[in-house]
């Protein structure tokens, strides 16, 4: 076997290498979680020329973060992987918290146990699972996509011009980190997702405004025995004098990670950075954790993580005074765009959310389903979800970083164990993810008008699922689940009392002129490719005949024209309250909920309000005749 006779190339030499083409409809820099989420996305559209570029000679293989939220793994499943990575992750179920013992200030004891997650916040539960395994998923998507998409490794962004004409008028620099030559590409678009240090943020002159701090933490995954009872669960312990650790439990029942908070240290100090050794951090543990032991058998990975609060003043290349005048061709995503501390779990899982908020948006306008004004939409969303993320970590860490109140000197301040538990449970709404709520700021979110037809399903927010049964096959489902991560909008169409308003509608999509349905799919395209209609019935499943059903519910499709049996559903009354009583939604009348391809609620309708539909979508979709 030969090769590498035109110089080293890092990877599987099984794989064919393929050179960078002249020229990429998207050029992804970065293939951490933001890099890694948008390719796998765009990876979907074979028609769109994608490439996944990695200064890296391979793909990461330890460490970094490992906290996946329970909307990360929502978002996962529309990908169809969020069952591969619940069988594979810890679950954070529970999280102890240790404080000074009152009897005895030098010893720690167990102060309080409580339920991570708040029961109904979201189908999936809380994860850990290594950031290396998460991507390597999402690489893995790409390489069994329709586009075949493998990323290019060994390949470091350097600069770009955007030109002020051209099909492909962005020119990336991109240098051979083996061979130091350097090649240009073109592109229509590119996207940084090239972490704390972007290079693609310094092209476009965003600048990072906030907190240099530089906040540390040492961070070791390791394999060892202790005493401490709570290895198993995750774990905020304080100590009176030797400062704090959270303990995260590692996937694979054994491993488990200690972030040892190491305060603030000047990041221009190199000296003091060498000082921080694995042993040194390791002794704090094990102050921390007296009066139990840790002996610790094998490091697995160790690092000294340090960041300041920052958020980019834009994530794209189009400086504010400019916005309504010029359309973006380059953004960043992730870590180029906000840093923040690692207590909260929210660097990795931000960092997808912004890529999947862009993918959709990039693959309908390429694709040709809408116009270019929608990017516009992606910085004025992304970035306030960013400045409400520093804002929340400053809060966070500071509580955190906080000495308990000794209760013999409440004059020397300090936080109550109570205190920092009523904020954990506070906060878990944000830490799972789930509080992202977008204002009426852009064409697709929409004023709150209807808001009461569906009270759970708010405008805004991510689409909440619930358990329903599937009329064709009576298989209890997720409704949420039928999301998938395709650039499709989804209508959810929960029947009126009598059912007579959802069937009007159905014939509506199906057969006017003004339907979006009609005026939006492509010819040729299957019926279901730019807007899918979902509908759920108020009666059992056994109560509602499959031959019953309109034709838009029961689909012609692909090039056997076979019916689609999966677009109908029932509550299901087996389990508890039903989803018309779970979100809110009005049994008169019914409600139609409008959901972006990214699962956030666009608009909630009248199931009647034909003309408000067809409005709705005129504004962001483009004529397909
Ligand atoms: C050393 C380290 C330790 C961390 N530890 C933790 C932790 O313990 N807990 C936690 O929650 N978070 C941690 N984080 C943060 C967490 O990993 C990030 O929030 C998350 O990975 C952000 O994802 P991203 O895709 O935006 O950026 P990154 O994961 O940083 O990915 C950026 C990618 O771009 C590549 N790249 C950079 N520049 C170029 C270039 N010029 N050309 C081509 N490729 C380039 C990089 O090699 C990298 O693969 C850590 C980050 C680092 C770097």
Redo the contacts with the bound molecule.
Sequence with gaps: MQFYLNGYAPGDPDIAKEALPDAVDVLV???????ALLAAQLSDFPAIRTRL????SGA?QV?????IACRTVEMFEAFGLGQKLMREAYWVNETAFWRPSKQDRTRIERTGRIQDTEDGLSEFPHLIVN?ARLQQYLLDYMRMSPSRLEASYG???VTLRVEAEGEHPVVATLRDVAKGSSTTVRARYVVG???????VREAIGAVPRGDFANHAWG?VDMLAVTDFPDIRLKAAIQSADEGNILLIPREGGYMVRL?VDLGDIDPNNREAFRDITQEKVLETARRVLHPYTLDVKSVVWF?V?QVGQRVTDRFDDVPVDQVASRLPRVFI????CHTHS?KA?Q??NV?MQDAFNLGWKLASVLDGRAGPELLRSYSAERHAIAQGLIDFDKEWSKIMASPPKDPGHPELGGVDPQELQAYFVKSGRYTAGVATHYAPTTALTAAATHQDLARGFTIGMRFHSAPVVRLADAKPVHLGHAARADGAWRLYAFADAGGKRLRDLAAWLAESPDSPVRRFTPPGADIDSVIDVRAVFQQGHLDIKVEELPPLLLPRKGCFGLIDYEKAFCPDLQRGPDIFALRGIDREQGALVIVRPDQYVSNVLPLDAHEALAAFFGRLLLERR
């Design positions: 820099i970065g293939s951490g979680p933001a890099g570029v990695e200064r890296r990461l460490g970094q973060a490992d906290g950031q390949l470091e962004f997702c090239d972490g704390a240090h972007s290079r961070v972030y690092a993580y995503a992730g870590d180029a690692a779990g660097g990795m960092s």
